[in-house]
C-alpha cells in the first residue's frame, strides 16, 4: 500500500480518511457489525458482567442517532471486546498501532484516543465510543466538522495553532513510515501547516477559530465532499 499525499486540502481529508480507519479497525473487532436480530428480550443494555456500567439504553438513544437495536448490537460488540466497558491509551495505542506496522502511531492514537476520550478519564466508555460514532456516521456537516476541529484543538482551549497543527502533521507522517509517496521531506509537516493557516486563518492573527474552520471547510467542495466518507459504513 503507498498513500501520495496531495497538498491542497491535507489536512482536514487526511484526519477524516484516517478517523474512518479507525472505524475500520472497530468493525474487524466486531464493534460496529449491526444484524437485525431478533432481540425483543433485550430490553435494555445488558450491565451485570461489567466493571463500568453506561448509560441507560433511552438515555442514548435520545444523546446518539442510532436506533435501539443498533445500540443493543454495539454494546454486545463492545462488551465482547472490552469485558471491563473500559478501553484505556494504551489498549487503544496497542490496537490502532497495527495498521501501521512501518511507522509510529502512537502519537496520532494519542491525539484520536483524546477526541474520544469526552470526560478526560483516560478511558474511553461504551458512551464516548457511540456518542462519537454517532456524531461521524450520522452528524450533521457542522458536527462532523466540530469533532474534527475537537482533534485539532490539542489542548481544548478552543483555537487551532501552529505548533498543535505541526504536531497533528508530523503525528500522521510518523505513523504512515515509508508507506507515503514520494519520499517525505523533513519540512514537508511545515508546509502543510503553512498551507493550511493560509487558507483557514481568515484575520491573520495566527490562530484558527471553530468559526473560521468551519466556514472555510463548508466553502471547500473536496471537504465536503470527503465527509461521505462516513456515510453507510454500518
Not at 95 to 112: E, K, M, N, R, V
Not at 144 to 172: Q, R
Amino acid at each position: 500500500m503507498s498513500v501520495r499525499w496531495e497538498t491542497e486540502g491535507l489536512q482536514t481529508v487526511g484526519i477524516v480518511c484516517l478517523v474512518i480507519m479507525f472505524l475500520k479497525l472497530m468493525h474487524l473487532l466486531g464493534l460496529i457489525d449491526i444484524t437485525e436480530t431478533d432481540d425483543s428480550s433485550d430490553s435494555d443494555l445488558e450491565l451485570s458482567t461489567v466493571r463500568h456500567q453506561p448509560e441507560g439504553l433511552d438515555q442514548l438513544q435520545a444523546q446518539t442517532k442510532f436506533t435501539r437495536k443498533e445500540l443493543q448490537s454495539l454494546y454486545r460488540g463492545f462488551k465482547n471486546e472490552c469485558p471491563s466497558g473500559l478501553v484505556d491509551e494504551e489498549t487503544f495505542k496497542s490496537i490502532y498501532s497495527q495498521f501501521f506496522p512501518q511507522g509510529d502511531a502512537t502519537t496520532y492514537a494519542h491525539f484520536l484516543f483524546n477526541a474520544f476520550d469526552m470526560d478526560r478519564s483516560g478511558s474511553i466508555r461504551f458512551e464516548d465510543f457511540v456518542i462519537g460514532l454517532s456524531v461521524l456516521l450520522r452528524g450533521s456537516v457542522t458536527e462532523k466538522l466540530n469533532w474534527a476541529f475537537n482533534l485539532y484543538d490539542i489542548n481544548k482551549d478552543g483555537y487551532i495553532t501552529k505548533e498543535e497543527m505541526l504536531a497533528i502533521m508530523k503525528s500522521i507522517y510518523d505513523m504512515m513510515g515509508r508507506y507515503t509517496y514520494p519520499c517525505v521531506r523533513d519540512d514537508a509537516p511545515s508546509e502543510h501547516v503553512d498551507k493550511f493557516f493560509q487558507k483557514m486563518d481568515r484575520n491573520r492573527d495566527g490562530v484558527v477559530t471553530i468559526e473560521e474552520f468551519i466556514e472555510t471547510c463548508q466553502k471547500d467542495e473536496n471537504i465536503m465532499n470527503s465527509m461521505q466518507l462516513f456515510e453507510n459504513v454500518i
